[in-house]
């Protein structure tokens, strides 16, 4: 899959609904883990992404996903805003030799795990990642597949974040940032149809 600029357009605005539609949810889902505002970070965040884009209206990839790293790290805050800043910065660093999804989207989580030193099982977003990412270099993501990939982080003891304090408490409930992530590429699948 190819990103171009309209695609990237897209792909954020059905981010940007996903995210408030579902804003209260991944605040509840942080609530029993963490401190209960990453639906209220999120879409703190997408709405700055879509004024950006309004206001700035960027005529290619690379200062579009620059626009939104921007938007999501001044904006998010928390740990959720640096880490999903990071994937896109890293996507527009990369876009200028390569439009192709499957690369840009690797370059991404290398980037998160870097910064936030988080690996596959640690009850993270990178769990939602690690697994699309791959996928997205065969084409052959799915919505099954993402799903099963948030699914996946519930009965995982959190070794990174917030949810990490509690120790063993922290099983048996989703991951906030992998939801997000979760509902990220759901967006990209929807745009690219
Ligand atoms: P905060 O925990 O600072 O309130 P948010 O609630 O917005 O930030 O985001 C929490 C989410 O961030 C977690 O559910 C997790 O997916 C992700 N996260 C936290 N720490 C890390 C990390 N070190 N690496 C990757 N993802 C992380
Ligand atoms: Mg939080
Ligand atoms: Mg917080």
């Known amino acids: 899959m190819e990103l ?11 981010f940007a609904e996903k995210i ?27 709405v700055a992404v ?14 579009a996903l620059k ?23 890293e996507m527009a660093k990369l876009s200028t030799s390569t439009n192709d999804l499957g690369l840009l989207t690797e370059a991404a989580v ?18 939602v990642w690690l697994v699309a990412v791959p996928a997205l270099k065969e084409n052959s993501l799915t919505a ?16 990174k974040g917030r949810a990490s304090y509690l120790g063993e408490r922290s099983i048996g409930h989703l991951d906030p940032g992998s939801v997000s992530s979760g509902y990220l590429f759901q967006a990209l699948l929807e745009a690219g149809e």
């Open 67 to 89: 626009l939104v790293a921007m938007s999501l790290i001044s904006k998010v805050g928390g740990a959720a805003g640096p880490l999903y800043g990071t994937a896109f910065l």
């Open 110 to 127: 290398n980037g998160i795990k870097k910064r936030g030193g988080a690996n596959a099982g640690d009850k993270t977003m990178v769990d």
């Open 20 to 46: 408030e539609a579902n804003k209260a949810y991944l605040s509840d889902l942080d609530t029993p883990i963490g401190d209960g505002d990453h639906g209220n970070n999120m879409a703190r965040g997408m």
């Open 50 to 63: 879509q004024e950006a884009f309004k206001s700035k209206n960027p005529t290619d990839v690379t200062s």
């Open 144 to 159: 099954k597949q993402i799903e099963e990939a948030v699914q996946s982080t519930k009965d995982m003891e959190a070794k």
């Open 4 to 14: 171009t600029l309209a695609l990237t357009k897209q792909w954020m605005k059905l």
